[in-house]
């Protein structure tokens, strides 16, 4: 199995609260990880403090075995971490097809200098990404949705646009967050099996859910957290059937 | 006809500075006030490099230009590290303290400004030729701020503004972006500012007040933030309805609180019934 | 050496002449701690606030004491309706804050040149005179104004205080301040509470257009130079800092006035904005910003 994060002792605290309190954590390629645990356990921060939202306090992250937590956000995500957010933030007065267009890893259309004075190139780099966007809207069924307008779409669709905005990032790690969250139907479908084929086809994958039943699809491992700290790390079922995380969790 | 050229080069000039003005802050979403100091230090580096140099004017603009990108970088790399909001006030006393250093300084004049500013192009061919310059770069500053704004850089630019955080987490570096857009927009400012300088061959601190920073606010406002030619109209308009009451022959005590009267009623009107503008798309229909 | 009577005048003279800054300052900083505001359209109520009292006393030879009851009323009206029919607007639509820079500074102008319309730009005196007898306190010139100066602003920053401190109509305006969204949960109202500052703020307003006016001449314009002033004090005393920004006023007086004795005067306002020039581009961060949540506060 070949490492792709590594978090080594990370500390967080605003104020008084301990948003992650010493976490260990690895993802090796091919692997799809479930992060479960109730409100306000720091799934979300670590995910913020993985993708460089966040600054730790202390600790190390690293990616393919360069450290990487001393890196700013925007190149973090260059290096390869593709991440959802819970509440999407889709480009909201952007086409579909133009949310997906500004985000690749390289976006050469980003420096003036390139579009003033190599225009060509960059616009070829853009026919490069249209074509990627496609693809990834054709494997979600989502091709004719290309050119309207993000608000647009149904709940369910934006969750899906949101996904594909992150995958047009090609990078070793994928973090996604509740992406099952308000979707049902065909959606939950097509989001289960785009994530397996991402992991299949060598990605780390970590996903926060609330969705048990999506986690024990998914998952061979999982990890529960709370107050900030890993309290367990195991195959999804023996995380369920912990007596101690089931009373913390499902309030059973 | 003397007098309508000068009048004309003036809207020429406001619209280059409202036109870069809605660059930073219609589309860069940058929240600064200060666009009329990056006009004066154009104005005043090439005022004062005509006055004690003998290099080539165009040379002197550029320089004007390039003084006022240096000012803009540092002020932006300063106060956006803080957060964008801080920006405006920043920005603001940026502004003041600036004004208030020109006031003090023997080289710039003083409160009473900086004249004799040498006449480069002399005989009665002087007016057209500064209207056709000034007409010719407000023309070239609109198209190539279009320019900008459209392609891929402004795909860019409207992801930044419309969710900065996810737009950075993709790869994007939001940061370098503002600061080039503030960069680029206050440099287009100091070139208004330099040729400025050598056509009224007078500058002097009342020119850049806050009150003209209202004023530019005001033409991008009401001509449609964040649209092409929003801040055309919007100079166009604001110059020109000044110039149609000037027909009135009113004492000058009541023309000029009249003139302002209209200004602001107008800009009120618009903020609360057409916030896009006149050339804005009402955002209702954008967020439907 | 310097002669310790003439530096206790300097000192004096300097804390006095704050005063009328410091109370502006203290209600604009107020402003911005509560509804997380640069209102300039203070610098619109300052000249409403003046040219009331000064309609009321040389136009129609009201007493004293009227004239500031009456400029309360129109002060306190324009400040309310502002917050009622503007602010709440732009809030309910969630405007940038932008817009609501826009708005603040618009109407600021538009009252002034409605002002400048019906007065002129001509500097105008509360009272014929503005020269206030003066008495010789331990070798130290103190002026009546001095003394109405200094009590209305230690008067006025002490009975804020005891407002903030123990009513519950003050201790909300810091709940708000801290989370407008959290308060409203708590079933405090935002609403009423950013009316509550807006008539705190008109009385301060008063308090300093009256010192100003009874000190010097004002044109219409002047509001707007002062609120800048305003904004100094805010900026050097930390934002939602709303003594430490009064302080930081004092401060700023008193260095203006001890300049004088190693600068010549045309370098004293230099001075000021050096502070604030310093300030915003080597420290930004030094300028401590804990309340600093402009769009969140007033955008939502």
Redesign the interface.
Known sequence: MTEVLRVERLNKRFGGIVVSDNVDLTIARGEILGLIGPNGAGKTSLFNLI???LRPDSGRIFLNGEPIDRSK???R??MGIA?T?QHM??????TVI??L??????????S?LR?TFG?GA??AA?RQARDRAMAILTRMGLEHTAESMV?DLPFGQQKLIGLA?TL??DGPLLLLDEPMAGVEGAAYETIKTVVREEAASGRAVCVVEHNVSFIRDLCSRAVFMANGKILQDGTVEELISSSVLTELYFGV | MEYLATVAILIALYVILAASYNLV?GYGGL?T?AHPIFFAIGAYTAGLLAIHTDLPPVLNVLLGAVAAMAASV??AA??L???G??L???S???Q???L??I??LELTGGPGGLSNIPSTIVGAARTPIFLAITIGLAIASVLAIRA?VQ???G??I??MR??E??????????MT?KI?IFA?GCGIAGVAGGIYAYYFQYISPDQFE??QS?QI??MV?LGGMGTAYGPVVGALLLLAIPQAITFLHLPP??M???Q??I???L??IF??VR?AGIMGVDSSK??? | MYDPIILAQIFWTGLASASPHVLMTVGFALTLKVTGL?NFAQAGFMAVAFYTMYMALNWLGLPIAVAVLLAIGTTVAASLATEAYGLQ?LRE?Q?????F???T???S??L???I??IF??EPQTLFKSILSPVQIIGGVAVSDWDMLGVGLMIGGMFALWLFMTFTRDGQFLTAVADNAKLAELYGISARRSYRVTAVIASLFIVASMYLIGSHGGIVPNTP?ELV?SA??GT?LGGIGRVFAAGAASIFLALIQSFSILFLAS??Q??L???F??V????F??GVR?PK?R??LLAGR
């Open positions: 993708s460089g939202v956000l925007f190149r995500a260059r991440r957010w933030l889709l480009f909201r007065t952007m133009d949310n267009l500004v985000a690749p890893r390289a976006y050469p259309g980003e003036i579009v225009l960059v616009r853009d608000t905005r047009m990032n | 802050i929240a006030v540092t002020l300063s106060s590290r803080v957060s909001d801080y405006l006030i920043a603001l006393g940026f003041l303290g600036l208030q250093l006031r003090n900008i392609g891929p850089y795909r860019a409207t992801a419309d969710e955080l996810a737009f950075t987490a993709l790869g994007r570096n939001a972006m080039v680029i806050v009150l209202a606010l005001t406002v005590s009541i000029a609180p009249t302002g009267i200004f602001t009623t800009v009120l903020l609360f916030p954008v967020r439907s | 640069w607007v639509r405007s940038g804050n932008l817009t820079f826009i708005f500074l618009i109407l102008e538009f002034i040149y409605v400048t319309l002129g730009t707007l800048l904004v100094l900026l045309r370098w306002n230099l000021l904005y050096g604030l020039f300030a915003i581009l080597l930004p961060r910003l600093f402009f769009a």
